[in-house]
Nanobody
Framework: QVQLVESGGGLVQAGGSLRLSCAASGLTFTMYTMGWFRRAPGKDREFVAGIRWSGGNVNYADSVKGRFTISRDNAKNTVYLQMNSLRPEDTAVYYC????????????WGQGTQVTVSS
């Protein structure tokens, strides 16, 4: 059974930082591209960042470029999202997801972790 478990969310002031973690189990981690998504209140879920299995190919939503960094530790089956210079508009539930390297869509999702940025 595949499980993705996020942690690290919380309440932070604007300009602050948080690091989210997502621990994966039940899958061969290096066979999956990992991604972070978020859903803000009243809005659709949106892509935040993605990282290929080797960690050498990453991409970001324009809204977080230069502020967020995605990384992974394949030995720990964990993907991270370092979030710096947080803004109130970053407030959302953040989800990690896994997509097969050969696939075109994310098939496994975590339960989400709340990030709240106060102004």
């Amino acid at each position: 059974q595949v499980q993705l478990v996020e942690s690290g969310g919380g309440l932070v002031q604007a300009g602050g930082s948080l690091r989210l973690s997502c621990a994966a189990s039940g899958l061969t981690f290096t066979m999956y591209t990992m991604g972070w998504f978020r859903r803000a209140p009243g809005k659709d879920r949106e892509f935040v960042a993605g990282i290929r299995w080797s960690g050498g190919n990453v991409n970001y939503a324009d809204s977080v470029k230069g502020r967020f960094t995605i990384s992974r530790d394949n030995a720990k089956n964990t993907v991270y999202l370092q979030m710096n210079s947080l803004r109130p508009e970053d407030t959302a539930v953040y989800y990690c997801a896994a997509a097969r390297n050969s696939g075109t869509s994310y098939e496994y999702w975590g339960q989400g972790t709340q990030v709240t940025v106060s102004s």
